[in-house]
């Protein structure tokens, strides 16, 4: 596998892995588990997963590869576009018996991957890593493997974004409890947000013209991009619009 592909790792993945670590056995160091998703050669797509029971010491790891097998097939009756892309430990790293358990993924997915979430927060952030199996030795000699790292990256649909969202808001609050906005309040807070993000354009854009700041290609396409995707119309043309789409999804204030 191409060390240059991008693995993409939805929300929905680190939610199910966090909590399998909240709920692991006491004497336990550590969770693995499998991950689902599609992959191509361009990187891989994780979608989901789900925890496998195992054991672990110093000296040996014995892994539940029955339950893993029974909950793939389970998982394959209701998202058979879902296939097994790898596996998910929590920690800061690969261990010394992380090639083992590589092995049996490898013998289910061509090219698995491996991501480690580290649930302790050592720097003060959940660290997210992802790596693949690369051979190293002399051709025709006794082979071996090393784990490589590769890029990852969180990907969210669009009723995750709204989720996150909710999420966020909790930060905030006494109770950690954040209830569903309406539909007003909603678009209230997406207009806020947009505006916010206008400024720090109009921002950038007047640093570059006065030199201040040195421009950057790829931005400037980007913005035009942008800007060329938006629909042509008068105020009044959009007010009538919006008015419209309030009536028609019943929005209340």
Same mark, same amino acid.
């Given at each position: 596998?191409? @060390?240059?592909?991008?693995?993409? #790792?939805?929300?929905?993945? #680190?939610?199910?892995?966090?909590?399998?670590?909240?709920?692991?056995?006491?004497?336990?160091?550590?969770?693995?588990?499998?991950?689902?998703?599609?992959?191509?050669?361009?990187? +891989?797509?994780?979608?989901?997963?789900?925890?496998?029971?195992?054991?672990?010491?110093?000296?040996?790891?014995?892994?539940? @590869?029955?339950?893993?097998?029974?909950?793939?097939?389970?998982?394959?009756?209701?998202?058979?576009?879902?296939?097994?892309?790898?596996?998910?430990?929590?920690?800061?790293?690969?261990?010394?018996?992380?090639?083992?358990?590589?092995?049996?993924?490898?013998?289910?997915?061509?090219?698995?991957?491996?991501?480690?979430?580290?649930?302790? #927060?050592?720097?003060?952030?959940?660290?997210?890593?992802?790596?693949?199996?690369?051979?190293?030795?002399?051709?025709?000699?006794?082979?071996?493997?090393?784990?490589?790292?590769?890029?990852?990256?969180?990907?969210?649909?669009?009723?995750?974004? +709204?989720?996150?969202?909710?999420?966020?808001?909790?930060?905030?609050?006494?109770?950690?409890?954040?209830?569903?906005?309406?539909? @007003?309040?909603?678009?209230?807070?997406?207009?806020?947000?947009?505006?916010?993000?206008?400024?720090?354009?109009?921002?950038?854009?007047?640093?570059?013209?006065?030199?201040?700041?040195?421009?950057?290609?790829?931005?400037?396409?980007?913005? #035009?991009?942008?800007?060329?995707?938006?629909?042509?119309?008068?105020?009044?043309?959009?007010?009538?619009?919006?008015?419209?789409?309030?009536?028609?999804?019943?929005?209340?204030?």
């Amino acid at each position: 596998m191409a @060390l240059n592909l991008t693995v993409k #790792l939805h929300p929905v993945v #680190l939610f199910q892995i966090i909590d399998s670590y909240e709920r692991r056995n006491p004497d336990a160091q550590r969770v693995i588990g499998t991950l689902l998703g599609t992959s191509d050669k361009n990187g +891989v797509e994780v979608t989901n997963c789900f925890c496998v029971p195992h054991n672990e010491s110093e000296e040996e790891v014995a892994v539940e @590869l029955d339950f893993a097998k029974d909950m793939y097939d389970l998982h394959r009756k209701v998202n058979p576009q879902e296939s097994i892309v790898g596996w998910w430990a929590t920690g800061t790293g690969v261990t010394s018996h992380s090639a083992l358990i590589h092995e049996y993924y490898s013998r289910e997915s061509s090219n698995p991957v491996h991501i480690t979430v580290d649930t302790t #927060l050592q720097d003060t952030r959940m660290g997210i890593k992802a790596y693949v199996s690369v051979p190293m030795g002399i051709t025709g000699k006794t082979m071996g493997c090393m784990f490589a790292p590769v890029s990852v990256e969180i990907a969210c649909y669009d009723p995750e974004t +709204v989720g996150l969202n909710a999420c966020q808001k909790t930060k905030t609050s006494v109770k950690r409890q954040a209830g569903i906005a309406s539909d @007003l309040t909603q678009i209230v807070e997406a207009s806020q947000q947009m505006e916010n993000m206008l400024d720090t354009i109009l921002t950038y854009v007047d640093d570059v013209m006065s030199g201040s700041k040195t421009a950057d290609n790829t931005f400037g396409r980007s913005l #035009l991009d942008m800007v060329h995707s938006v629909p042509k119309m008068t105020p009044d043309e959009f007010e009538e619009m919006l008015n419209s789409n309030r009536k028609s999804k019943g929005i209340q204030r």
